[in-house]
C-alpha cells in the first residue's frame, strides 16, 4: 500500500496547486484526476474561451479598422473557425503540458484514475487502496441540466452543448440560443456574436448576471443589445425540440429555433466518489471553516465542489489555504474580499460589496463614477464603452466595494483587491500616483469623487 502525507482527489487549479503547494513545504504528495490536469478551466473553461474571445476581438477589430486609419476590404476577411479551434487547442495543450511538467519537476506524483474515498485516510483508485494521512477533495464541478423536456435526448444527440462541448465543434453556427444569463452564458454569447452568429440569450429570472451591480448590468444590457444579442428574460423553457425550444414567459408561449443550443444554467459540484466519509453539507456544496477543513478531521474540500465562488483563482488560493494548514500556518481565507471577472466586450470586474448590498446591509456609504469617455487611454484605443465605480464607507471613506466595466476590467481589478485587503481608504489611492495615460488613472479619478471630486470630469 501506498502512503503519503497529502492525498488530492481532482487535479483542476484548486487541485494541483495544493499538490505544488504540499510538496514544496516537503510532504509527500499524489494528485488523483479522472479525465484532464489543470480540470475545467484550462481544459474546456478560462483558457480556451479567452483564446476564442481573443480571435473574435481581431476578427471585430478588422471590421472598424477604418475608425483606426486603416483600409481594409472586408468583403475578404473571413472566418476560419476550424482554425480559431485549433489555436485553441494548441494553447491548452501547452499549459496543460506545463502543468503536468511542474507537478512532476516538483516530485507529485500523479495518478490517472476515479477515486473512491472508502474513509479519512484510504482511498481507492484503479484497484489499488492508497493510504494518506490527509485527504483533500478537489473534485470540481459539472453543467447542471434542469428538468426540461427533451433536455437530456437533445444533448446526446449534440443539438444541446455544454460549455465543455460547445468549442470542440468545427463549424459555426449560423443561430445559436443560450439557455441562461450568467457569466458562462453571457460569454460565449459574445464569442458568437462577434463572429456573426444569432444569438438569443433566454434568462429565467427577471435579469441575466444577478451578482452584478445595478448600475454596470444597465450599462452592459445596453450594449450587448446594441450589438445585436437578444435577452429574453422571465423565460421559463418548457421543452426541447427537435429545432429548438418552447418557452413560457408570462404566460405568452413561444417557440424559438436555432441550429444549436448552449446550455449554461450554472454548474453543481461533484460529490460522487467521497459519499463514504458523510461529511456536512452547505445549501451549496461541502461546508468547510475558513481554512477549508471539512466536518471530518484530517479532511479538507476546496474549489467548486463547495459550490460557492466557482473561480479558479478562489480554488487555487483555497488549495494554498489547505495546504498550509496541514503544514501547521494558518492563513484563513476572507470571502469578502474576492475578485471576480466577466470576460465579455468590455469586460466586466467587481471586487466587496455591490451598492443594493450596502444599501440593503443599512451601511452609510458613498458611491463616485468616472466614466472610460473621459480616460485619454481609453479614447486612443478605442475603448470608450464602460464606467468605473467606488463604493466606500462615508466616515472612514475606506473601500468596500469596486465595480469596473471596461475593456481591461480584470486586469485593473487587482489594484481594487489590493486595496480592500489592505484596508485602504479613498485618501489613501488619491495619494497614489497613477502613471498617465493608463487605464488605472480611473481607479484615482473614482477615489477622489469620493474625497472631494474627480479632477477630469
Known sequence: MNNYDVLIIGGGPGGYVAAIKAAQL??????????????????????????????????????????????????????????????????VKKLTGGVKGLLKKNGVTVIDGFAEALDAHHVKVNGETIET?????????????????????????????????????????KSLLVIGGGVIGMEFATIFNTLGVNVKVLEREATPLVTVDDEIRNLFLKKIIKDGITVITGANITEITDTGIICDKGGVITKLDADMILLATGMRPNTKGFEKLNLEMSKTGVKVDSLMRTSLPDVYAIGDVLGFYMLAHVASREGIVAVEAIHGIEHPLDFKVIPAGIYTFPEIAQVGLTEQEAREKGLDYKVSTFPLLANGKALAENEKDGLVKIIADRQYGEIIGVHIFAASATEMITEASLAMVLEATAEEIVATI????????????????????????
Open 434 to 457: 497613477h502613471p498617465h495615460p493608463s487605464l488605472s488613472e480611473m481607479i484615482h479619478e473614482v477615489t477622489h469623487g469620493i474625497v472631494t471630486k474627480p479632477i477630469h470630469i
Open 133 to 173: 494521512k490527509k485527504l483533500i477533495i478537489a473534485t470540481g464541478a459539472s453543467p447542471a441540466f434542469p428538468p426540461i423536456k427533451g433536455l437530456r435526448e437533445a444533448f446526446e444527440r449534440g443539438f444541446v452543448v455544454t460549455s465543455k462541448e460547445i468549442l470542440t465543434k468545427t463549424t459555426l453556427p
Open 26 to 91: 516537503g510532504m509527500k504528495t499524489a494528485l488523483i484526476e479522472k479525465e484532464a490536469v489543470g480540470g475545467v478551466c484550462l481544459n474546456w473553461g478560462c483558457i480556451p474561451t479567452k483564446a476564442m474571445l481573443k480571435s473574435a476581438k481581431v476578427y471585430d477589430t478588422f471590421k472598424h479598422s477604418e475608425e483606426y486609419g486603416i483600409s481594409v476590404d472586408f468583403s475578404k476577411v473571413g472566418i476560419d473557425y476550424e482554425k480559431m479551434i485549433s489555436r485553441k487547442d494548441g494553447i
